[in-house]
C-alpha cells in the first residue's frame, strides 16, 4: 500500500486530474449512448403507438418504469450516507468516495425525474402537475421532495469542486473548450480564506439539511405505495423498509464504482484496500438491516396468511416470482453478508463482485415490490383477460429501462472525463494534515 | 294451352325445390319460450313485460333481440298493442297505449296475447294472461302517534268495485333497489272486508323532508297479475346532505386542502427552499470576493 502523505501536490494533481477515454473508455461510451439511442427509439416508439405497446395492462399499470424509479430513488440515498453522514461524523477515510457518491446521487435522481415521465400517457400533461396539483396526493409530494432533492445534491457536488476548479484551469488546454467551462464554473475562485469559509459553511448546511430531505424522498416514495391499500404495500414499515434498502445499495453502487474508477484511472494510491474494507463493514451492517426489514415484511404476513395476502405471497415464495424473490435475498443480501464478513471478502475484486450482487438484486428487489402486488388486487376484475393477470416487459419497456440505467451511467462517465473523480484540493490538503500530524 | 302447362310445370318445380328447403329450415330453429307479466302501477294504465328464453342442454337462457308482439283480447290488427324486442336479459316493456284505455277501465278482465313469428333462429311461439281488473286503496294514518297502513283489494265486476277477500298482499316501503317490509310478516292477506293493514314502525331516511314511499303490492297473482299502489308520507327521517366533498378533506380538489396540510407542508418547503436561496446567495458572495481580489 501506498503511503499517501509521501505523494508531493504535483503527483496527486497529475494522478487525479481528468483523463482522456483511452480504448476502453471510448468503447464503454460507445456501447452507453448506442444503449441510450435504442432507449429513445423504444420511447419514440411509445410515444406515437401510446402505452399499448408496453406490457402493462389493467392488472399491472406500474411495471418496470416505476421499478426503475424506485431503484434510481434508492441508489440517489448515496449522496446523504457518504457525503453528509460521513462529513457530519467526521469520518476521515471518506474523501476519495465524496465525489463518486454525489455523482451517483446527481445522475440516478436525474433519471429517476426522467424515468417518472416516460411512465406517464400523456407526457405533453406534465406541467399539469404544477399547475393542478393537489396536496393532498402523495405523488406531489414525491414530486416536491425529488426536485428539492436533486437541487441539493447539485450543489452538494459544485460547492466541494471550487476548489478543484483553479487547478483544472491551470493544467488544461489554453483556449480549449474545457477550460472554458472551467473558467464559466469557476474563475471567481482565488483560494481566499474568506471563500473558503463561506464554502466550509455551505457545505455543513447541506451536509445538515441533505439527510433529512434524503430520508424524506425514500420516505415519500415508500408512502406512494403504502398509502395504497393492496396487498405487499399495506405496511406501517414502508418507509424505514425503503430507507433501509435505499442505504444498502446506495453503498453497493459506491463499492462498484470505487472499483472501476480504480481500475480504469489507477488509483490505486487513493482508493485504497482500506476503503473496500470499510465499505464491506457498512455494506455487511445495511444488509443485515435490510434484510430485518424483509423478515418484518414477509414473514410476518406469511405467518398471518390472510385470505386476501396469499395469493400475492405465495407468488414471491413458490410461485412465478419465487425464483427471482429468493434469488434476491439470497444473492442480493444473504451471500454479500457471508462473504463480506470475513476480511478476506473485502478485498476489491471480492467486495467488487459482492457490489455488483447488491446493486443487480436491489434492482429485481424493486421490480418483486411492484410487480406481484399488482398482480394480486384485493379485489379482481371479472373475466379478466388472461393476459392482464401476468406482466412481463416488452422490448420497448426493456429498451427504455436499459437505456435510462445507460444514461446515468453516461452522465457518471462523461463527468469524470470532466472533472476529477477524487477531490484534488482535499485530497492535498488531507495529505499535507497528515505530513503535519507526523511531523 | 301449351304455354299454360309450361307455366304450370314450372311452379310445380319451384314449390318441389322450395318447400322442402323451408320446411327443412323450420325444423332447424331452435324452441323458444315467451312469457308476459302484467304490472298495474298505482291503478294507472298497465305495462306488459314479455321474456323469452330457450333451452341450452338443461338450462333455459335468455335470448336477446327477439321481436314479440303485444295484442289486447284478440290476435288482430285491432287488437295489436305493439312490437317489443328484446334485452340483454332476454326482456321487453311496453306500456298499454292510451287507445285502449276505454276498453280496459271498462271491462271486468282482458286478455293478452303474446306471439314471436317468422324468427329466423327461432320457432314460432306464443302465450296469453288473462288478467281480471283490480286495485288497492292504500291509505296511512297516523293516531296518537301509532302509524297504520291500510291497504284495500278491489276487482272490478258488473260495472262495479268489489272486495276481494283472502289475497295476498305485502306492505312495504319502496326504496331504490329493493323493498322493505313494514311489520314483522313478509306478507299479509286481506279480510273478508278486503282489508289488510299494520302499523309502521320503522325508522329509515327519507329525502330532505322526510318523505318516503309506502306501498301495498300484490305479487305474481294468477287472477289479478301484478299491482303496485304507492303513497307519499312524510315518515321518513330527514336526510342531512352529505356535504363533506364541499369540506377541505383529503379527497376534496386542490383549492379544498384541509388547511393543515396546507400550512406545515408548505411551512417545511418554504423553509428547505429558503435555506437552498441562501446556498445559491453564498455562490453569489463568492463570486463577488473572487472578484474583489482580482481587481484588488
Partial sequence: MIDQSSISSDKITSDLMPQKFGKAGTIWVSILVLLCLAGLFGYYRQLTLGLGVTGMRDYASWGIYISNFVFFVAISLVGSLITAIFRLTNVGWRTPLTRISEIIAVSAILFASIIIIVDMGRPERFTHIFLYSRLQSPIIWDVIVITTYL????????????????????????????????????????????????????????????????????????????????????????????????????????????????????????????????????????????????????????????????????????????????????????????????????????????????????????????????????????????????????????????????????????????????????????????????? | MRRFTSSWLCFLFTCVLVIPTQAQDEKDKNAIKVDLAYYQLDNALPILVASAKTKNGKKFEPVDSVDIYLYFNEESTVGFIGKIRTNDKGIGKLSLPERFRSDWATLPSSTFIATITGNERFKDASTEIEIAKAKIELTAEEKDSVRIITAKVLAFQDSSWIVVPETEIKLVVRRLLSDIKVGEDDSFTTDDDGVASTEFNLTIPGDGDGNIFIGAKIDDNDTYGNLVTTKVMKWGAPLERDDSFEARTLWATRDKTPLWLLIFPNLIIASVWGIIFYLLYLITRIIKLGKTNESA
Fill in chain 1, 151 to 439: 437541487v441539493l445534491s447539485v450543489l452538494f457536488l459544485y460547492f466541494p469542486l471550487l476548489a478543484d476548479l483553479p487547478i483544472l484551469i491551470k493544467n488544461s488546454k489554453a483556449g480549449s473548450g474545457l477550460q472554458k467551462l472551467y473558467k464559466f464554473l469557476g474563475s471567481f475562485w482565488k483560494g481566499t480564506a474568506a471563500q473558503f469559509k463561506i464554502t466550509e459553511k455551505a457545505v455543513k448546511i447541506i451536509s445538515v439539511m441533505i439527510i433529512p430531505v434524503a430520508l424524506a424522498i425514500h420516505t415519500v416514495t415508500s408512502w406512494l405505495f403504502a398509502t395504497t391499500y393492496r396487498p405487499g404495500w399495506d405496511s406501517t414499515n414502508f418507509g424505514a423498509y425503503f430507507v433501509s434498502g435505499a442505504f444498502l445499495v446506495g453503498a453497493g453502487g459506491v463499492i462498484v464504482a470505487m472499483y472501476v474508477f480504480r481500475k480504469a484511472y489507477k488509483l490505486e494510491a487513493y482508493i485504497t484496500e482500506k476503503h473496500f474494507d470499510y465499505m464491506g463493514k457498512i455494506v455487511v451492517m445495511l444488509a443485515l438491516l435490510y434484510l430485518y426489514f424483509n423478515v418484518n415484511e414477509y414473514l410476518v404476513p406469511a405467518f398471518k396468511m390472510k385470505k386476501a395476502e396469499e395469493h400475492h405471497l405465495m407468488s414471491l415464495f413458490t410461485g412465478e416470482f419465487s425464483l427471482l424473490f429468493w434469488s434476491v435475498i439470497i444473492l442480493g443480501m444473504i451471500v454479500p453478508i457471508v462473504v463480506l464478513i470475513f476480511p478476506s471478502g473485502r478485498k476489491p475484486k471480492t467486495a467488487f463482485i459482492m457490489g455488483v450482487l447488491v446493486v443487480v438484486g436491489a434492482w429485481f428487489k424493486r421490480f418483486l415490490i411492484v410487480t406481484p402486488t399488482m398482480l394480486s388486487p384485493f379485489l379482481p376484475m371479472y373475466d379478466v383477460p388472461e393476459n392482464y393477470k401476468h406482466y412481463w416487459p416488452t422490448w420497448e419497456e426493456w429498451a427504455i429501462t436499459i437505456g435510462s440505467l445507460a444514461g446515468a451511467l453516461l452522465i457518471i462517465t462523461i463527468f469524470a472525463r470532466l472533472f476529477p473523480i477524487v477531490p484534488i484540493h482535499e485530497t492535498i490538503e488531507e495529505r499535507q494534515n497528515v505530513k503535519q500530524q507526523m511531523l
